[in-house]
């Protein structure tokens, strides 16, 4: 396979993951401000999708909506990662699906909606995000069933991954910093209920720990429960699971480096236990987000050809 | 439920000949699609005309206009009545237009090695030297199997009498093929039954015949040789023809960063390493092919590809330096051609032309501005052109001057009314003008035409331009037995 078109699959992957995950967000807290959760300050949530930059003027929940979703101009929002994923998926048309391309093209065309983008103002938000997270479930989907498990299956499923850990490690550090890592009060309570809920672990969690809302076995959750696919340890397992199917279309030389890459950043995991040390916790989390990133370079040197 | 007399209110343009009707009557090839169109009513015509355009809009079958940073989508427009072709008529057209490159392709061998005909004084050598599309770097280049054309697209243009002539010779990287092939596929979603009923020629082999010349042209290296299709990138508008020829030759879809030559021998950068390349389809224009020997800003290229081809390392389709061949003013000499290297009659006729470079030919067409078509003769696409009936004392006045200012860049011709065909507008069938263009495949074992080919048409009532760039469209070809 072409080394860029491995490297355009692996970015329509994490362009749409991205999506996904931010899309969850963003429904979440719409619903936690419309709630009267405290925590929600929607100027908070625009200077992280603008680069840490503030807003000119404070803007209610609408307008920051209207920037995350679809401001072309915002280049962290949902339209653009969209318009990204459709553009790599152009880009390598001849190894993937006609039903997939068709699939991105659709939700290309649905974001560009101007009826839609309207809604946001004059209808009910979370519809608007429920009907774009539901395009997102269709493209999980017809990958699912259409892809074929070659080379170029691989690429995305590993970038896959690696874009919902990064995005996993990024919430739960805002998480501690907003809380401290405690549940004091139930403010903290009610945050840390949404937070789950974001990443689509709150069902998962009563079922473990009903009664009872604690940040430490949150963080376990988040860090170590391979039966919950948001998890740390589930997804390298699982960017393991598919660099091992490169194996036999890779030069040794290339295999040995990403299998060492992700190894190590497994092995962090596994042998490291910041208990309910904050600062432990943080500190872990940055170590593990570094050797992701360590991963990705080492997928760009050995296989996409990219040396820098 | 209304039934609409289409036919009866079918008005023809005078003193154009129309492919449907003659003396008020249908014509014969016409006659059986047109019952069954009679049959459908008007709301359920709308919903096939509306169902067309989300097919092409939801598979992608769309040319990008880029601006501001931003694709903005853009369908070729279709119309749903297709245009209609007798198999005797299609006979005489095939004959035709393979002459008509049996002649180019040796021009094209004989221009860039012992150049017969210029020393025979059959075209003046100033006219092949001053064509910007002739390559020296091609001089005593011996390419695969002597073809030079591998893929051509020859537009022909009806007159008023019906006899077909060629518009012009496109011989370099022709492209609508994949327009051809998907106008046929949404026909058969629009109405069901009637291409089998209509015993219409198909045309979905024509991946299959392109693939087969290009593995031949390996085949002199290795028995697997490697093909790829080098495109300029996304932002080229004929990329969705690109991906989709690559997809059904099941061929790597390259770009020119995705190649590297190394010791005069062509590789493209996979995961796995390098990998040899064999047979290139490319859609990059000569220029930009090779910064070290063409364009130096040129960042589709492959830096040395064109000594790797010269060398014999990597065949590449359709060969360097063919622009000589069609360019404007070449084309008056075609006919010429054909009598020269084949010593045969030409089949299809050329619409007569008049150069620029000739005073007698210049003053007269400086006289008859009013009723010439004048061309530049290095460029394509509608562009560039000035249409003497339609246009305003200013332009003709610009162009006359331009014209004595370098009478090189300029050819004229007359007029010509260009067929029409019925089209489905607005809820009737409007008559519009039409141009066709087949593809032809020459490979190592002759040339191939797929049956019909791009009917392409002017879709502002009027309009006699049916370039895609100036507001034209195109619809399915039948070829009927």
Redesign the interface.
């Known amino acids: ?6 490297e355009n699959i692996f970015w329509m992957s994490r362009y749409m993951e991205r999506t996904n995950v931010q899309l969850r967000i963003l429904r979440t807290y719409y619903i936690a401000s419309q709630d009267g959760v405290p925590f929600v300050k929607w100027d908070d949530v625009y200077r992280y999708y603008n680069h840490g930059k503030s807003p000119e003027k404070t803007m209610n929940a609408n307008e920051v909506l209207q920037f995350i979703l679809f401001d ?1 101009n915002n280049d962290s929002s949902v339209v653009n990662n969209i ?1 990204r994923a459709r ?1 790599n998926a ?2 390598a ?2 190894h993937i699906t ?1 039903e997939l ?2 699939c991105l ?2 939700y290309y ?1 649905l974001i560009r909606d101007t009826g839609l983008q309207k809604q946001v103002f004059a209808g009910d938000p979370v519809t608007i995000i429920d009907q774009l997270i539901k395009q997102c479930m269709l493209y999980y989907g017809v990958v699912d069933v259409s892809m074929f498990r070659s ?1 170029g299956f691989n690429y995305l499923s590993i970038g896959k991954f690696i874009e919902r850990l990064l995005q996993s490690i990024t919430a739960l550090k805002m998480q501690i910093s907003r809380t401290n890592g405690l549940s004091t009060d139930s403010m903290d309570i009610v945050s840390w209920r949404y937070f789950l809920v974001s990443i689509s672990g709150y069902e998962y969690y009563l079922k473990e720990n009903s009664g009872s809302v604690k940040p430490d076995l949150i963080f376990k959750q988040v860090l170590y429960e391979m039966h919950f696919p948001h998890s740390i340890a589930y997804g390298l397992n699982q960017i393991n699971r598919y660099a091992q199917r ?1 194996k036999s ?3 040794d030389e ?1 295999f040995n480096k990403i299998e060492f890459a992700i190894g190590k950043a497994s092995a962090i995991l596994k042998y490291n236990s910041p208990g309910a040390d904050t600062e432990a916790q943080v500190g872990l989390l940055e170590t593990v987000e570094s050797n992701i990133l360590n991963i990705i370079q080492s997928l760009n040197q050995n ?3 990219i040396n820098s | 439920m209304e039934n609409i007399e289409y036919f009866k209110q079918y008005q023809t343009i005078n003193g154009v000949f129309d492919e449907m009707k003659c003396n008020e009557d249908v014509r014969k090839h016409y006659d059986s699609f047109m019952s069954a169109f009679q049959n459908i009513n008007s709301s359920e015509m709308t919903l096939k005309d509306e169902l067309a355009k989300k097919l092409f809009l939801t598979q992608g079958i769309t040319f990008t206009v880029y601006s501001s940073g931003e694709g903005i989508e853009k369908i070729f427009p279709f119309d749903i009545y297709p245009r209609i072709i007798q198999a005797a008529e299609w006979d005489f057209i095939e004959r035709g237009i393979k002459q008509r490159l049996r002649a180019l392709n040796i021009f094209l061998k004989d221009v860039y090695h012992q150049q017969f005909i210029i020393k025979d004084g059959i075209i003046p050598a100033a006219l092949i030297y001053s064509s910007p599309n002739y390559l020296r770097e091609m001089m005593n280049v011996d390419v695969p199997f002597d073809i030079y054309t591998h893929i051509s697209g020859i537009d022909l243009i009806r007159d008023h009498d019906g006899s077909y002539y060629v518009l012009e010779d496109n011989l370099r990287t022709p492209s609508g093929v994949s327009y051809m092939l998907e106008n046929r596929n949404i026909s058969y979603r629009l109405f069901p039954n009637l291409i089998p009923e209509n015993k219409v020629r198909p045309v979905s082999d024509y991946p299959d015949l392109l693939m087969k010349n290009l593995l031949g042209l390996g085949n002199r290296h290795t028995s697997r040789p490697t093909v790829v299709l080098l495109t300029p990138g996304i932002y080229n508008s004929a990329y969705f023809e690109h991906t989709t020829l690559a997809r059904l030759m099941g061929i790597e879809l390259v770009e020119g960063r995705d190649l590297v030559v190394d010791n005069h021998k062509v590789y493209m950068r996979t995961t796995r390493g390098l990998k040899k390349v064999d047979v290139i389809y490319r859609r990059v224009d000569d220029e930009f092919l090779d910064p070290l020997i063409f364009r130096p800003d040129s960042m589709l290229g492959v830096p040395g590809i064109y000594h790797a081809y010269r060398k014999g390392n990597v065949a590449i389709v359709n060969a360097m330096g063919n622009g000589v061949a069609d360019d404007k003013a070449i084309y008056a000499y075609v006919p010429d051609m054909i009598k020269y290297y084949l010593n045969e009659e030409p089949i299809l006729k050329n619409v007569p032309t008049y150069r620029m470079e000739n005073v007698d030919e210049r003053e007269y067409t400086l006289k008859n501005l009013n009723n010439m078509v004048v061309k530049r003769t290095n460029e394509s696409g509608g562009y560039g052109m000035l249409i003497g009936n339609i246009a305003s004392d200013q332009e003709l006045k610009e162009f006359s001057e331009e014209i004595v200012k370098s009478p090189r860049q300029f050819i004229a011709q007359p007029i010509i009314s260009l067929s029409s065909a019925p089209c489905y507008i607005d809820g009737k069938l409007q008559p519009r003008r039409v141009d066709l263009r087949p593809f032809a495949l020459s490979g190592p074992d002759g040339i191939e035409i797929v049956p019909g080919g791009l009917t392409r048409v002017a879709l502002k009532e009027g309009s006699i331009v049916v370039n895609s760039s100036q507001g034209g469209g195109s619809k399915d070809t039948w070829v009927v037995d």
Not at chain 1, 1 to 6: E, H, I, N, T
């Open positions: 396979m072409l080394s860029r078109v491995a072309k318009f553009e152009r880009s048309q001849d006609k391309w068709q093209n659709d065309h080379e490169l279309v890779s030069l290339s296989y996409f050809g």
